[in-house]
């Protein structure tokens, strides 16, 4: 049979795949549904090496936690996918729902650490967390390159008087939204 006894015949072409089809189309046909095939590809194509990876989505929801966590004083360990809810302990300072809801430790008690913590700035990071090198523990962490000028700038990780009555003012105010004035001196 030739070309144009298969065209002509609908049982045939039917059987046909869509490749074995456009075989039996003129060259000039063939050419034109090629570039169209690949400039429709090269539309919709996105490189792999353009694409967000996989892991994107959950980094930035660890990130915003984390972010969240040292606004809020919020300890490290108290992170929803740190520790699981009936591991939790009270840690002093803390201001997650677990920690402020807390009636193992009398009050009395936490009154008493957060004198102690008030008189020695190490007691924390001494009795309660576990000797590590992070900075999750610190309440100051230095920043920015030392280098440059001698003025050292700090960044606030976990207050572990955040809560108490021996509280920064200042750091409280900043946690809690209050207004601040600022006056400036004038010449």
């Known amino acids: 049979m030739n070309n144009s006894q298969i065209m002509n015949n609908p049982q045939i072409m039917n059987n046909l795949t869509l490749i074995e089809c456009?075989?039996?189309?003129?060259?000039?046909?063939?050419?034109?549904?090629?570039?169209m095939t690949w400039k429709g590809f090269w539309r919709d194509y996105i490189p792999l090496t353009a694409k967000s990876p996989s892991?994107?989505?959950y980094h930035n929801f660890v990130q915003r936690i984390l972010w969240e966590s040292k606004q809020k004083n919020i300890h490290f360990?108290?992170?929803?996918?740190?520790?699981?809810?009936?591991?939790?302990?009270?840690?002093?300072g803390?201001?997650?729902d677990f920690c402020k809801s807390d009636e193992e430790i009398c009050a009395t008690e936490k009154h008493i650490h957060y004198l102690i913590?008030?008189?020695?700035?190490?007691?924390?990071s001494e009795n309660f967390m576990p000797t590590s090198h992070t900075e999750w523990?610190?309440?100051l962490i230095p920043i920015g390159d030392f280098n440059v000028n001698d003025s050292i700038q700090f960044n606030k990780v976990f207050d572990p008087l955040c809560g108490s009555y021996k509280?920064?003012?200042?750091?409280?105010?900043l946690r809690e939204g209050g207004n601040f004035e600022f006056s400036y001196p004038t010449i």
């Open 22 to 35: 456009i075989k039996f189309l003129p060259k000039d046909i063939q050419k034109h549904i090629y570039i």
């Open 55 to 57: 892991w994107l989505n």
């Open 77 to 92: 360990l108290h992170l929803p996918f740190n520790t699981l809810p009936e591991n939790k302990k009270w840690i002093m």
């Open 94 to 96: 803390c201001q997650c």
């Open 117 to 124: 913590q008030y008189r020695n700035s190490y007691y924390f």
């Open 137 to 139: 523990n610190e309440y």
């Open 167 to 173: 509280e920064n003012y200042t750091s409280k105010r």
